[in-house]
C-alpha cells in the first residue's frame, strides 16, 4: 500500500482553511483553486467518511456472522468425526475418509531416555 500524500487531518485542515479563506476574501482564486472548489472537496469528504463508517460497520457484521458460522461447522465436523471414531474405531478407512488420521498411521512416540545419574 502506498503512504498517503497527505495529513491525516485533511478535513479539520480543509475547514480551518475554509473559515480563514473567508475571512480574508471569498473571491481570491488561484486557477482552479477557489473557495468553492474546497467547499466541495469538503462535502465529499464528509459523505466519503460517513460512508466509509457504514460499511465498516457492515463488515465487522459480516465477519462476526462468519465467524459464527464457521465455529458451528467446525463444531459438526469435530462431533462427526467422533462419532465415526466412535462407530468404526479410530484405525478404519471410514475415520480417514472423514479427515481423521489413522490410528497406524500415526508416528509412535518417541520419549527421551531418561538422564543418567
Known amino acids: 500500500m502506498v503512504a498517503k500524500q497527505y495529513p491525516t487531518d485533511i478535513l479539520e ?4 482553511a475554509q473559515e480563514a479563506w473567508g475571512q480574508i476574501d471569498e473571491e481570491l ?4 483553486v ?5 467547499v466541495t472537496d469538503i462535502a465529499q469528504m464528509r459523505s466519503l467518511d460517513h460512508t466509509l ?20 461447522a467446525w463444531d459438526k465436523v469435530k462431533r462427526l468425526r467422533a462419532g465415526i471414531k466412535a462407530s468404526f474405531g479410530d484405525d478404519s478407512t471410514q475415520y480417514e475418509m472423514i479427515g481423521g488420521k489413522r490410528l497406524s498411521d500415526r508416528k ?10
Do not use: H
Open 13 to 16: 485542515q480543509a475547514i480551518d
Open 29 to 32: 482564486a488561484y486557477g482552479n
Open 34 to 38: 477557489n473557495m468553492a472548489a474546497l
Open 53 to 72: 463508517s457504514s460499511l465498516e460497520t457492515q463488515l465487522t457484521e459480516v465477519r462476526n456472522r462468519r465467524e459464527a458460522v464457521c465455529q458451528a
Open 108 to 117: 509412535p512416540v518417541r520419549r527421551a531416555p531418561a538422564p543418567v545419574q
